[in-house]
């Protein structure tokens, strides 16, 4: 076991980390090295991790390379409800011993897991390529955002154990504490499979929470990996438990008495009947559960008049294609001005016409979707396409020797503003054009779903700009710039509506989702001997 020391009072300014140059020879190289040594690891079997102990069942779960679906990822012990008792209880176990561990040792646990992630980043890489099919540059953006998200909660920790109230009180002294909320459920999704389940995982946990992990069955080797490299530095036995399972699984976890908190990342009717499942009290329950949910989107770029059409078309391919629009910020509708609606689809055609699919091991840009239920779906919505629009490129799925759920990037122009195809979220490479007649028409277009997760805006106007900043209901706006990509301590991320609770993972705020506040008061002047809180220090 390593040895875990607390990190210094003054770390250095958080800093994002920096991506990789797959242009470069070495990194090509080292990359090609990772992806033979994790080729060389698959097909294992992974136990449960319950309270540190692997835990067996007879029942699996597969995960498989949707690039080459007869490639196995990784077998997994799937859990079923009569695993969630003792998953809970050997986390109940560990939270008490964990709450009052200080802030310092659990942020030293994060940065240590970054530094370890950090010196393994092409391995995490390759597992992120063969598992969810993600090319060089994704992988690498998805491994850069997870030590972020590690060291930047390691510093917010830090920050929020240091709080104190705005005052103090006359003949009093007053102390304003975050302490943690208990046993979460995190549910984190496939598609940042690494960043997302840790950047959840890591601030339940340097909060002094414990957690009970339900991973993606689509992606669970990554999260396995993830668990392992804990183990590695020391974290411990209960503070994160492992389990993946399915729908049984995770209503159980949801529902049961113990469980305050459940941190979820995923689609709009999964995240609504946990809101709904939490919110019913439970035998032997004495709280309000927590729901920190962040959801899907509908995501509009505003492209205007005088905007930069080159930039325009560049942010909107990038955003829509990028990971086969897979991401829950991807741009899905392009609202184009009437002015210039015809040469933006001329030139959008010509980019998109030009993106490559193929095996992300090659390191094509265009990789496939998760799996065939997913490859399915997208289908179904094409054959609306050519009812409800008209598709300028792409429109069929792309067949290959080893059947990878292909699906060529779609662009559908003349498509409605209430459609079916401008208002339910896809997830995937399918991209509808509206054509607006003014400004104000495509910001009431932009605002017109039920969702609000992210959004952009193509204009030379600063007028407009400024307009959209207040106007464009979405949780994360960008000005002359894609709609992916938030950077950690940059982007704080989260939506409106039904895209979630605006979370803004990433931001400062996060970490009090975790926490609850607790103020405490103490009348001077009477002599008693020293309290505990008093020799505790800034640990909770």
């Known amino acids: 076991m390593a040895t875990q020391t607390a990190p210094s009072a003054t770390l250095p300014p ?9 242009t470069l020879a070495e990194n090509k190289k080292q ?22 102990q692997p835990i067996a069942s007879t029942s699996k779960i597969t995960s498989t390379n949707p690039a080459r679906p007869a490639q196995v990822i990784g077998r997994h012990s799937a859990a079923d409800a009569s695993h969630v008792p003792a998953a809970v209880a050997a986390a109940q176990a560990a939270f008490t011993p964990w709450s009052r561990t200080t802030t310092e040792e659990r942020a030293g646990f994060l940065l240590r897991a970054a530094s370890l992630i950090r010196e393994r980043n092409f391995e995490f890489c390759a597992w992120l390529t063969l598992e969810v099919g993600k090319n060089f540059a ?18 917010e920790a830090l920050k929020l154990a240091s709080a104190s109230t705005p ?25 940042f499979p690494l960043a997302i389940m840790a950047g959840m995982t890591a601030a339940a946990i340097v909060t002094g929470n414990t957690v009970v992990l339900k991973p993606s069955p689509d992606a669970p080797t990554i999260a396995a990996r993830f668990v392992a490299l804990l183990e590695e530095i020391g974290l411990p036995s209960g503070v994160v438990n492992l389990c993946v399972g399915g729908p049984e699984f ?21 995240g609504l009947h946990i809101h709904e499942r939490a919110a019913r009290q439970q035998p032997g ?10 959801l899907g989107g509908k995501d509009a770029i505003i492209v205007d008049a005088d905007a930069d059409l080159d930039l325009a078309v560049e942010g909107v391919a990038a955003s829509a294609f990028g990971f086969n629009g897979q991401k829950c910020s991807a741009c899905s509708r392009a609202i184009v001005h009437q002015s210039i609606y015809d040469v933006f689809l001329d ?11 193929g095996d992300p091991a090659k390191n094509f840009y265009a990789g496939p979707v998760i799996n065939e239920v997913a490859k399915k779906r997208v289908l179904t919505y094409l054959d609306l396409a050519r009812v409800e629009g008209r598709i300028l490129t792409g429109g069929e799925a792309i067949e290959t020797p080893e059947n990878g759920f292909y699906i060529a990037p779609t662009v559908v122009a003349d498509v409605a503003p209430t459609s079916r195809l401008a208002q339910e979220e896809i997830f995937g490479p399918v991209l509808s054009v509206i054509k607006s007649q003014s400004f104000e028409d495509s910001l009431a277009i932009a605002n017109n779903t039920e969702y609000g997760l992210t959004g952009a805006i193509y204009t030379s106007s600063p007028t407009k700009l400024r307009r959209a900043a207040e106007e464009f209901q979405v949780g994360n706006l960008y000005l002359n710039r894609k709609c992916t990509g938030a950077m950690v301590g940059a982007h704080p991320f989260g939506g409106f509506n039904m895209s979630g609770t605006d979370s803004k993972a990433g931001g400062p705020d996060y970490l009090l989702l975790f926490t609850q506040g607790k103020s405490i008061a103490e009348k001077l002047g009477i002599a008693t001997p020293a309290t505990d809180l008093e020799e505790s220090g800034p640990g909770l």
Do not use: C
């Open 138 to 155: 994704e992988a690498d953006a998805d491994v850069g955002e997870t030590i972020d998200f590690l060291e930047f909660y390691a510093r």
């Open 167 to 191: 005052i103090q009180f006359p003949g009093e002294r007053n102390q304003l504490r975050y302490v943690p909320l208990g046993v979460g459920a995190v549910i984190p999704p496939w598609n």
């Open 285 to 294: 329950q004495h709280f309000i559960k927590r729901t920190i949910l962040e």
């Open 31 to 52: 990359m090609h090295e990772a992806l033979a040594l994790v080729e060389s690891h698959l097909g294992r079997d992974y136990d449960m991790i319950i309270g540190g």
């Open 250 to 270: 995770g209503s159980a976890l949801v529902e049961h008495p113990q469980v305050r908190f459940i941190a979820f990342t995923g689609s709009k009717a999964v």
């Open 347 to 357: 030139r959008l055609t010509d980019r998109v016409s030009s993106i490559q699919s």
């Open 14 to 22: 958080f800093r994002n980390e920096p991506f990789l140059d797959f």
